[in-house]
């Protein structure tokens, strides 16, 4: 049993407007997710932080079960509401994820998370995620440590190398999300070339 979690419990602040209404080159970015790595997974689910009627064929909407505005708060939920060692977990505003990246995560087996590493940073939010990661992310919750990549670090984890991840993801576009218009923008025009290539 596989679980993919979209956290959409953001602010969007700096964007300006619900993160789940994105749309890049006119298709919605939930769509975009869906039509690439969503027929990897047994079960799909949407994090939220308020309560929302989103109709996407196959998802199940949860709400967030703890009040903080940390990502943290989308994977202990996600966590707590899986039965399963492989959820992976990343955030709405990332359309570029590598399909054969997360198939590669998902291979692995006996950790606590499976995590991209390069340049010194985690990328916490393009991660396969154990049940076993749940304690530790709740007892940095209850330290009032909410950096996920301070859980990781305390935690049984593979890291996916830079030299693996530029096997499935050359440009290194996975990582990429959308904060600002001229995120926005610049997103619209790699979905637009992507496109124009497979022409």
């Given at each position: 049993?596989?679980?993919?979690?979209i956290l959409a419990g953001g602010k969007s602040s700096r964007l300006?407007?619900?993160?789940?209404?994105?749309?890049?080159?006119?298709?919605?970015i939930l769509r975009i997710l869906d039509n690439n790595i969503g027929d990897l997974f047994d079960q799909k689910f949407i994090v939220v932080k308020e309560e929302k009627d989103l109709k996407l064929k196959d998802y199940e909407v949860i709400k967030d079960v703890i009040s903080v505005d940390a990502p943290l708060?989308?994977?202990?939920?996600?966590?707590?509401?899986s039965q399963s060692s492989k959820n992976f977990i990343c955030a709405c505003d990332m359309p570029?994820?590598?399909?054969?990246?997360?198939?590669y995560m998902l291979s692995f087996e006996g950790y606590d998370a499976?995590?991209?590493?390069?340049?010194?940073?985690?990328?916490?939010?393009?991660?396969?995620?154990?049940?076993?990661?749940?304690?530790?992310a709740i007892e940095c919750l209850n330290r009032g440590i909410l950096s996920l990549s301070f859980a990781l670090k305390n935690s049984n984890?593979?890291?996916i190398s830079l030299?693996?991840?530029?096997?499935f993801d050359n440009m290194l576009i996975s990582f990429k999300n959308i904060n600002t218009v001229q995120d926005l923008e610049e997103t619209n025009e790699i979905f637009k070339n992507i496109i124009t290539r497979h022409i």
């Open positions: 049993m596989k679980n993919l979690f300006g407007f619900d993160k789940l209404n994105i749309t890049i080159c006119g298709k919605n708060a989308g994977v202990i939920t996600g966590l707590m509401h570029f994820i590598s399909r054969d990246l997360v198939e499976v995590v991209p590493f390069y340049n010194g940073y985690f990328e916490p939010l393009c991660c396969v995620y154990s049940k076993t990661f749940l304690k530790n984890i593979k890291k030299d693996e991840i530029l096997q």
